[in-house]
């Protein structure tokens, strides 16, 4: 079955260090990767997102993403924090029964990060 | 602002009212999508609309009931509501193509409270 696992459900890390959000899938053929923030009261905000090349992929916000093919990963990092970063962030993979235009995604569980002033 | 506009942003109802929920998006995307979610739980998948045909429905129960009138315009109304389906509804919408690398845009969202 294909799934995506966020193994931790908080991280914390103080303003000004790196941060690094973990992500793991398990998905028959080549993975469709993304990420998302969610803020208070808003909705998903897509932050990247890896198809195919480079294994390091930049997105929104200064963040960015390593995927790993052998220890099939996808984390997210960013070298300095903000505590404007604090939010909570949700990895995805593409499911591989639906294509065309429908997009079905399966999400991992959430990871809230919090940075420290 | 995000480009996927959702109304109302609140809804109050009783388990025996009739409403709906309306989501809006200009971007030309062909693929919308209703999820249900949770307190600090991630999105769940309720439908999804393709070319204004419905491709996917998650098994959700017969009291809501998705709409597509044209490509920009995605309804779900509501009727005889439980209390357990009080949640954040939201809205998402893609371009089509792809075979699924093109990312979803979400709205914020319309908060519903069941009494």
């Known amino acids: ?117 | 602002d995000t480009e996927v506009t959702q109304t109302p942003k609140h809804l109050v109802m009783g388990m025996t009212n009739k409403k709906s929920l309306k989501c809006e998006q200009h971007m030309g995307h062909r693929a919308m999508y209703w999820y249900k979610q949770k307190a600090k739980k991630p999105p769940e998948l309720m439908f999804v609309y393709s070319y204004e045909k419905l491709s996917i429905n998650e098994s959700v129960p017969s009291r809501f009931s998705p709409e597509c009138p044209n490509s920009s315009l995605l309804n779900l109304h509501l009727h005889a509501l439980q209390p357990e389906d009080s949640a954040l509804y939201l809205c998402a919408s893609s371009q089509e193509g792809g075979w699924g690398n093109q990312p979803q845009h979400f709205g914020d969202g319309t908060r519903l409270s069941i009494l």
């Open chain 1, 1 to 117: 079955a294909q799934s995506v696992a966020q193994p931790e459900d908080q991280v914390n890390v103080a303003e000004g260090n790196p941060l690094t959000v973990k992500c793991t899938y398990s998905v028959s053929g080549n993975p469709y990767l993304f990420w998302y923030v969610q803020y208070p009261n808003r909705g998903l905000q897509f932050l990247l997102k890896y198809i195919t090349g480079d294994n390091l992929v930049k997105g929104s916000y200064g963040f960015e993403a390593e995927f790993n093919k052998s220890q099939t990963s996808f984390h997210l990092k960013k070298p300095s924090a903000l505590v404007s970063d604090s939010a909570l962030y949700f990895c995805a993979v593409r499911d591989p029964k639906y294509g065309g235009a429908t997009n079905k995604l399966i999400f991992g569980t959430g990871t809230l990060l919090a940075v420290q002033p």
